[in-house]
């Protein structure tokens, strides 16, 4: 079993850039599709972005599209994710996973996350 650590969270000022990292262990990703998601308080978990196994192919939310950019190193077994423009509404967890189903079925392993907070 994958297990996931994500990080590079943090506090950033409205229009500034974080760029989030999720390495993983046990075993390789290579051969799977990765997302991220993310959980503001008193919302559910929701979906932002995915990236097929080969990193060939990419989806987004539409809250992330043209801000946030998703990539993976293989070699690495890391994914990333850029940020930039960001907005106090992006303030929430940010979650890695492997994805069950392109593009947005998540499998049900969930790291610990890392937080981001946006202030205005």
């Known amino acids: 079993q994958v297990q996931l650590v994500e990080s590079g969270g943090g506090l950033v000022q409205a229009g500034g850039s974080l760029r989030l990292s999720c390495a993983a262990s046990?075993?390789?990703?290579?051969?799977?599709?990765m997302g991220w998601f993310r959980q503001a308080p008193g919302k559910e978990r929701e979906f932002v972005a995915s990236?097929?196994?080969?990193?060939?192919?990419?989806y987004y939310a539409d809250s992330g599209k043209g801000r946030f950019t998703i990539s993976r190193d293989n070699a690495k077994n890391t994914v990333y994710l850029q940020m930039n423009s960001l907005k106090p509404a992006d303030t929430a967890v940010y979650y890695c996973?492997?994805?069950?189903?392109?593009?947005?079925?998540?499998?049900?392993?969930w790291g610990q996350g890392t937080q981001v907070t946006v202030s205005s």
């Open positions: 996973v492997v994805v069950r189903t392109w593009p947005v079925t998540p499998s049900g392993s």
């Open positions: 046990g075993r390789t990703i290579s051969s799977y599709a």
């Open positions: 990236i097929t196994f080969t990193g060939i192919s990419t």
